[in-house]
């Protein structure tokens, strides 16, 4: 019996690799910025912890509710795709047959054997057949908000950890170099990581988002200097 095989392709890693990029990524940024900032105005070595760790539990809280507010918006939707998908098929079996066959000859098929293929693929699982090809709603890509909740939190959680951690460790008089420096090249890893496991530019992936982090460190540390300035 000859063996199964199996291909992997990038595009199955969208949905972890998004999110897992998306939380590390506002966890460095937001919470270096947050560092920075607070430093520039001057504030003691256990302030800017303060104000980096109460950065870290809100943004990790913040980011876990975003993302399952948006993916349970996002099952409810395809929920309710399924449920009158489901209620088409039991008043309407023939014009289901013809609309799936219709999207198979759409994508190059015979309309004779268009019509051989949706007959069977509806004998085997139905509405399985049109979740699939009709509404583009398959098993790997369903919406889960719960996983998709801890993934972000947990994602942001370990990219915040990075600069606090080089802000614990640094003296208050470095704490803006160190931290902001090593913040980059954190950041620098991460867009590499996710450029090479997305099969992009590593080094385009890698200087985007070093870009466009130390355009935010930069604002708010003027911004945290000109509060520390004038108070």
């Known amino acids: 019996m000859p ?5 992997r392709h990038r595009s199955e890693r969208i949905g972890w690799l998004r999110a897992a990029v998306l939380g590390a990524n506002d966890g460095i940024v937001s919470t270096a910025s947050l560092v ?11 302030d800017i912890m303060v104000a980096g760790v109460a950065g870290l539990v809100a943004g990790a809280m913040s980011m876990a509710a975003g993302e399952y507010v948006s993916v349970h918006s996002q099952a409810d939707t395809e929920k309710a795709d399924l449920d009158r998908e489901r209620k088409e098929l039991q008043t309407d079996d023939p014009g289901e047959r013809r609309e799936l066959a219709a999207i198979y000859v759409g994508r190059g098929l015979d309309p004779v ?6 007959d069977q ?10 979740a699939r090809d009709e509404l583009g709603i398959s098993e790997t890509r369903i919406a889960r908000p ?13 990219g915040a950890a990075l600069p606090l951690l080089v802000t614990a460790m640094a003296p208050q008089a470095h704490v803006i170099p160190l931290a902001g420096g090593t913040s980059l090249a954190f950041l620098a890893l991460l867009g590499a990581m996710a450029a090479r496991a997305g099969g992009a530019r590593v080094i385009v992936g890698a200087a985007r988002v070093t870009f466009w982090g130390a355009l935010a460190m930069a604002v708010t540390a003027g911004i945290g200097s000109l509060f ?4």
Do not use: C, N, P, Y
């Not at 054997?113 to 949706?118: F, G, N, P, S």
């Not at 520390?228 to 108070?231: L, M, R, V």
């Open 113 to 118: 054997l268009a019509k051989k293929v949706a």
């Open 3 to 7: 063996k199964r095989h199996w291909e």
């Open 146 to 158: 719960i996983q998709a909740a801890l993934a972000s939190a947990a994602s942001f959680s370990v």
């Open 36 to 46: 920075l900032g607070v430093a520039a105005a001057h504030a003691t070595h256990g």
């Open 121 to 130: 693929l509806m004998a085997h699982d139905a509405l399985g057949a049109h």
């Open 228 to 231: 520390g300035t004038a108070a």
